[in-house]
Nanobody
Framework: QVQLVESGGGLVQAGGSLRLSCAAS????????MGWYRQAPGKQRELVAR???????NYADSVKGGFTISRDDAKNTVYLQMDSLKPEDTGVYYC??????????????WGQGTQVTVSS
């Protein structure tokens, strides 16, 4: 069984920073692309950033220059450093990873989500 567990969300004032972490655990054989998505109230879930196993990162236009995604493969963990936060960054942030488990099947896994609230 594979699990993704997020941490690091919370309440912050506009202009502040937060760092999200997501650790994968369980019967993992390989981890491929890892990423962060978010869902604001009344809106669809959207991609924030993702990073390949080669370290290539992509960002949503709305967060470029403010957010940085990174990963530590030794810890099976992906991070999202969020700086210069704005109220529109408020939402539930979900970790996502493409993982080959011990079953040898590659599939996408999701974390339970962590709330980020940015006050104005």
């Amino acid at each position: 069984q594979v699990q993704l567990v997020e941490s690091g969300g919370g309440l912050v004032q506009a202009g502040g920073s937060l760092r999200l972490s997501c650790a994968a655990s369980g019967s993992i054989f390989n981890i491929y692309t890892m990423g962060w998505y978010r869902q604001a109230p009344g809106k669809q879930r959207e991609l924030v950033a993702r990073i390949t196993s080669d370290g290539v990162a992509n960002y949503a236009d709305s967060v470029k220059g403010g957010f940085t995604i990174s990963r530590d493969d030794a810890k099976n963990t992906v991070y999202l450093q969020m700086d210069s936060l704005k109220p529109e960054d408020t939402g539930v942030y979900y970790c996502n990873a493409d993982i080959r488990a011990s079953t040898m099947i590659i599939r996408a896994y999701w974390g339970q989500g962590t709330q980020v609230t940015v006050s104005s």
